[in-house]
């Protein structure tokens, strides 16, 4: 699952990007474990994916089966 740490400053860029790549919002959790890609200082914050936020597309596909006979 795609995550991206922030810091305290730079977490409007994380969710940014969180919505460029994994087209959902974004769950933001304290985390300070991690480190922020975007000024490489501690992580405030944590964002995930929330779970069941992704919709799967459609699938509409249908086997067609060739009877013969
Ligand atoms: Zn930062």
């Known amino acids: 699952m795609r995550e991206i740490y922030s810091c305290l400053e730079d977490y409007d860029l994380a969710i940014d990007d969180f919505i460029l790549e994994s087209q959902t919002f974004p769950v933001i959790q304290e985390d300070p474990t991690g480190t922020c890609p975007y000024c490489q200082k ?4 944590r964002l995930t994916a929330m779970p069941g936020g992704i919709v799967p597309p459609p699938q509409e596909m249908q086997d067609e089966k060739e009877i013969d006979g």
């Open 42 to 45: 501690p992580s405030a914050y």
